[in-house]
């Protein structure tokens, strides 16, 4: 093999297996996607995968946007930021400003955005400190950090006692203690505990937080803000970056920060802002039309419609006892099964009933918690969702029985509590 590196070799196997099976890496088969179905091996399913968390990904303002941008300036502009950018950054920004109420940047996506900010707010004499769950593109914008001698540790998620033992030692030492997580945690739905971040924000003035909201922008917050901000207020030693993916529909990143000076550093510091393309012009359009949505009363409409979905498949799970790791108010839904096995044969079972959802296993979450990750969009009826749960619940009942697995086991490996009902 080209890389005897286990974990490589192992998730090798397992991208292999799932593309073969149809379980992942798949390519759809529809000339046309419309509402939440799609098309994989000549079998129309209920897309149960989607971050478009809003739906406004088939919203018809946003594709004649993207046409208009097009039309005017081309589909690409060709230039590095660094010397010359579309006419359509200069409304974006201002918009996105508007939603913010911060100085902030406007990345070619997410990714690229962590690459730019974090070695260039991070030196030898600060600590990273990364939660165990914080999203593996921050996780590789702090390797490159680690690579010039920046000291990183990790911590169990949401383990703040373990987070204020680790400032307190650590300060003995160094400046600035950074703790990187994110707003929404893409795999289990929670939310991080924000407000007792923002208590130790308080208590520690050595302390900085990043936090990456992708997954909790647009369906969340005044304006579409996100969950960060609709719990706590901008702090002036955060930084936050969040998707013009995901649920805001069109393409890109953003990086948001407390002032105009420490923008300005990144901006002219951050290696793929000038070493990178720019966001095409049709996603410029696309994002512009998003962000005039998110400045309207309508962006409360869709929240509000999202809630509703959000509601209805937590109250679904837990009148059919699903082992939900966490219950949140957010579109992110995971279900516990720990044996990869039986998450496989799941995911194939729905497909077989008519619904597609996605599969998380090692490295994406520890290796004994495997899981079945869904989601919801504006794009799902309330029936959608109460079928959807019905079958997924005799999917996993039946995918348990021909493994010879049971819900106490799952319950075990993810030190969760048994319900007191009965669940099989």
């Not at 939660?131 to 921050?138: I, Y």
């Not at 619904?355 to 990750?373: C, Q």
């Not at 079928?387 to 075990?412: R, V, W």
Request: one cysteine or more; aromatic letters at 10%; glycine letters at 6%.
């Amino acid at each position: 093999m080209h890389n005897t590196s286990r974990l490589l070799e192992d998730l090798h196997k397992e991208a292999t297996y799932c593309a073969q099976n149809s379980i992942g890496y798949i390519i759809l088969e529809d000339e046309v996607l419309k509402g939440n179905e799609i098309t994989i091996n000549g079998k129309v399913v209920k897309n149960f995968g989607s971050c478009s968390y809003l739906g406004l990904d088939l919203d018809s303002r946003m594709k004649e946007a993207a046409i208009d941008a097009t039309r005017r300036y081309g589909p690409a502009f060709s230039s590095s930021r660094a010397f010359l950018s579309s006419p359509l950054y200069r409304e974006l920004q201002y918009l996105l400003e508007r939603i913010f109420q911060k100085p902030l940047i406007i990345t070619p996506t997410t990714t690229l955005g962590h690459i730019a900010a974090i070695p260039s707010l991070l030196d030898v004499q600060d600590v990273a400190i990364l939660d165990h769950q914080v999203h593996a593109s921050v996780q590789n914008a702090v390797r490159i950090a680690k690579s010039g001698g920046v000291h990183v540790e990790m911590i169990r998620h949401n383990n703040l006692e373990n987070l204020e033992w680790r400032i307190k030692k650590l300060s003995k030492d160094y400046r600035n203690i950074w703790y990187f997580l994110d707003g929404v945690y893409s795999m289990f739905g929670d939310i991080a505990p924000l407000n007792a971040l923002l208590e130790l924000l308080e208590k520690y003035d050595n302390l900085h937080l990043y936090i990456d909201d992708a997954h909790g922008m647009s369906w969340c917050g005044r304006n579409g803000c996100g969950v960060v901000l609709d719990r706590i207020a901008f702090h002036d030693r955060m930084v936050l970056a969040t998707s013009l993916g995901k649920s805001f529909a069109a393409y890109g990143g953003c990086l948001v920060f407390p002032n105009r000076e420490l923008r300005d550093y990144v901006n002219n510091t951050g290696s793929t802002m000038f070493f990178s393309g720019p966001v095409p012009n049709p996603s410029l359009g696309a994002a512009i039309q998003s962000a005039k949505i998110h400045l309207s009363d309508e962006i409360g409409q869709l929240q509000a419609q999202l809630q509703e979905r959000v509601k209805k498949a937590n109250d679904c799970c837990r009148q059919l006892c699903l082992p939900l790791v966490e219950f949140e108010d957010t579109p992110i839904f995971f279900v516990a099964v720990s044996k990869p096995q039986v998450g496989y044969k799941v995911v194939q079972k729905m497909h077989d009933r008519g619904f597609y959802l996605n599969i998380a296993t090692y490295p994406s979450v520890p290796i004994r918690n495997t899981g079945l990750r869904f989601t919801l969009t504006n794009h799902h009826s309330l029936k959608d969702v109460e079928e959807f749960t019905f079958n997924l619940k005799e999917s996993l009942d039946e995918a348990l029985k021909e493994e010879g697995f049971s819900y106490q086991e799952i319950f075990e490996a993810f030190k969760m509590k048994l319900p007191s009902v009965a669940i099989v």
